[in-house]
């Protein structure tokens, strides 16, 4: 995904703690250039390169240094990715609900580390990426990102943009009134019975998030298609690699399809193409599909 330079969103919540971190980038970036100037003036100047150390003042010092430098240009990077993704976001969820005459109120982007206190309750990184429908906010630990492509083997920038738009599918239900809907019939059905809707409802986050991909193969940015070759595979390999029976089996080693939540593998790929192949709210009913009527409840 051609991303760099794009509009980074302005409803980003930055609480990593690292906010402030440009300190960290401007003392390591500092620290580098001048570790850098030193060793090429000693080994130019015939020094021996055994005794390194003690014009460095301390190897350990620069080593810290240099971790801290690659860690902070990570960071930065998936942080400007998932605000330019986030205002891509934006600009389409306002276009639709636009185009319906509808008002559409903008999420917020939480970034967070380790664990987050939400209107929702307090989570930790282990729960993955996640929406508050009570303070309308997406929650996101960057490191997912590498969780996504190291454990799950969903690498690629899209991968993220998909989990992203994801959440965000979140919050439009969560704007058509159909996360209230569901609450409601969460009181009158067993947990089993609702787990039926559950999934119908990450489902249709799915198609959302393929809506969402479908705009973004027709937007450009600076003359270019901001959609790159292998993007829209990526998003499907994340879909396929987090559906339900695939983590339970990594994790159970058998599947408990009464648990599912989320729904199959091949559940959530096709209902992200059908959502790319669309590109409308009108063909995302997946409660309708599975005879499941929110009307009627
Ligand atoms: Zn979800």
């Not at 809907?181 to 489902?203: A, G």
């Not at 940015?221 to 559906?243: F, R, S, V």
């Amino acid at each position: 995904m051609k991303w760099r330079g794009g509009r980074q969103s302005a409803n980003i919540d930055d609480r990593t703690g690292r906010s402030s971190g440009s300190g960290g980038k401007l003392v390591a970036g500092g620290g580098i250039g001048t570790v850098i100037i030193a060793v090429l003036f000693f080994l130019l100047s015939g020094g021996d390169i055994g005794s390194l150390p003690d014009v460095l003042g301390g190897s350990n010092q620069a080593a810290n240094y240099q971790t801290e430098n690659v860690a902070t240009d990570a960071y930065t990077e998936e942080k400007e990715f998932s605000a330019v993704v986030f205002g891509h976001l934006e600009d389409y969820w306002q276009d639709v609900f636009q185009e319906r005459q509808e008002a559409y109120q903008d999420p917020t982007l939480v970034l967070f580390t380790d664990s987050v206190q939400s209107a929702c309750g307090y989570a930790t990184s282990q729960v993955g990426p996640f929406y508050c429908p009570a303070d309308e906010h997406v929650y996101l630990d960057l490191s997912f990102a590498n969780e996504l492509a190291s454990k799950y083997g969903a690498s690629g920038d899209f991968a993220m943009a998909y989990v992203i738009a994801h959440e965000v599918g979140h919050h439009v239900q969560n704007e058509l009134g159909i996360t209230q809907q569901l609450e409601k019939i969460r009181q009158q059905v067993s947990d089993t019975e609702y787990n039926e809707y559950s999934v119908r409802l990450e489902l249709q986050a799915d198609y959302l998030a393929g809506t969402f991909a479908k705009y973004l193969a027709g937007e450009t940015y600076q003359g270019q298609p901001i959609l790159e070759a292998g993007d829209i595979e990526e998003a499907i390999t994340a879909a396929n690699a987090i559906g339900d029976d695939t983590l339970q089996k990594e994790y159970q080693g058998y599947v408990v399809p009464d648990s599912f939540t989320h729904g199959t593998s091949a559940q959530r790929v096709a209902w992200f193409n059908r959502g790319y192949q669309y590109g409308d709210l009108s063909h995302g009913d997946t409660f309708k599909e599975n005879n499941l009527d929110l009307t009627n409840q």
